[in-house]
Nanobody, 119 residues
Framework: QVQLTETGGGLVQPGDSRRLSCTAS????????MAWYRQAPGKQRELVAR???????TYMDSVKGRFTISRDNKKNAVYLQMDNLRVEDTAVYYC?????????????WGQGTQVTVSS
């Protein structure tokens, strides 16, 4: 059974930093791409950052230079270091595992962790 568990959310002030962690179990971690998505109230879920199994990085434009995604295959973990947080970064952040299979994409979602940026 695949399980992704996110930790690290909370209430922070604008300009603060926060590190999210996601630990995976039940999958062969190093063959999966891993990603962080977020969903703000009333908005669609969006891709924040992705790290491929070969280490290739992808970021949404609004977080480039502020957020850093990384992974530790020995710990089955992916991280999202968030610096210089803004009010508009407030959202539920989800961890996702994904890989291509059968012409599509398969993977799993974590339960999400709330990040609130407010003064």
């Amino acid at each position: 059974q695949v399980q992704l568990t996110e930790t690290g959310g909370g209430l922070v002030q604008p300009g603060d930093s926060r590190r999210l962690s996601c630990t995976a179990s039940g999958i062969i971690f190093d063959i999966y791409d891993m990603a962080w998505y977020r969903q703000a109230p009333g908005k669609q879920r969006e891709l924040v950052a992705r790290i491929a199994n070969d280490g290739t990085l992808t970021y949404m434009d609004s977080v480039k230079g502020r957020f850093t995604i990384s992974r530790d295959n020995k710990k089955n973990a992916v991280y999202l270091q968030m610096d210089n947080l803004r009010v508009e970064d407030t959202a539920v952040y989800y961890c996702r595992s994904m890989r291509a299979a059968g012409g599509g994409t398969i993977g799993s979602w974590g339960q999400g962790t709330q990040v609130t940026v407010s003064s």
